[in-house]
T-cell receptor, first 111, second 113 residues
Framework: DAKTTQPPSMDCAEGRAANLPCNHS???????VYWYRQIHSQGPQYIIH???NNETNEMASLIITEDRKSSTLILPHATLRDTAVYYC????????????FGKGITLSVRP | EPEVTQTPSHQVTQMGQEVILRCVPI?????FYWYRQILGQKVEFLVS????????KSEIFDDQFSVERPDGSNFTLKIRSTKLEDSAMYFC???????????FGDGTRLSIL
């Protein structure tokens, strides 16, 4: 079972920041936080991941609390194309550990 | 940007028939995976593969399933005798180095009649 909990859905206005929360209170020291998204029935798309520190790339920022029990994915300027299901996943550090998907959060970006 | 490609995009098969789903991982990637997603449900892990061996498999991946990397470029999932409940989207993923992200293809929709 997934070790994360996410609200089922949220929406935001186009052009505004979308802040997607995730709880992972039982995360272990050897587990990363990963974010993927799935648009319609396409394959999951990798967004970002982190272990302890906050991370930023061209798609998003990941803020991990100091106790690592929760995190927030930030899409700084949401567009209509960011409407998707976003998955927060805890993944064991290891060469080829699997991803365990939950139900994710459905983000709807409105015009 | 390199991507994982899967063929066919849609496969329709009679129950009891064998089916082979094909994937071309990103070049130079070393770790390979299959996942599936039944309509309206979660994405589920099936199997991981490295160095020509299965690293891990789920309970779903029973004796009817097998994986193979027959040459340097393809990674295949075979279902020997398909059942109605095998109908799902099947996603292939590949990963470059240890602890790097997995990158997914757009899937094969398998419909069992």
């Amino acid at each position: 079972d997934a070790k994360t909990t996410q609200p089922p859905s949220m929406d935001c206005a186009e052009g505004r920041a979308a802040n997607l929360p995730c709880n992972h209170s039982t995360i272990s020291g050897n587990e990363y936080v990963y974010w993927y998204r799935q648009i319609h029935s396409q394959g999951p798309q990798y967004i970002i991941h982190g272990l302890k520190n906050n991370e930023t790339n061209e798609m998003a920022s990941l803020i991990i609390t100091e106790d690592r029990k929760s995190s927030t994915l930030i899409l700084p300027h949401a567009t209509l194309r960011d409407t998707a299901v976003y998955y927060c996943i805890v993944r064991v550090v290891g060469a080829n550990s699997k991803l365990t998907f939950g139900k994710g959060i459905t983000l709807s970006v409105r015009p | 940007e390199p991507e994982v490609t899967q063929t066919p995009s849609h496969q329709v098969t009679q129950m009891g028939q064998e089916v082979i789903l094909r994937c071309v991982p990103i070049s130079n990637h070393l770790y390979f995976y299959w996942y599936r997603q039944i309509l309206g449900q979660k994405v589920e892990f099936l199997v991981s593969f490295y160095n020509n061996e299965i690293s891990e498999k789920s309970e779903i991946f029973d004796d009817q399933f097998s994986v193979e990397r027959p040459d340097g470029s393809n990674f295949t999932l075979k279902i020997r005798s398909t059942k109605l409940e095998d109908s799902a989207m099947y996603f292939c993923a590949s990963q470059g180095q240890a602890n790097q992200p997995q990158h997914f293809g757009d899937g094969t929709r398998l419909s069992i009649l």
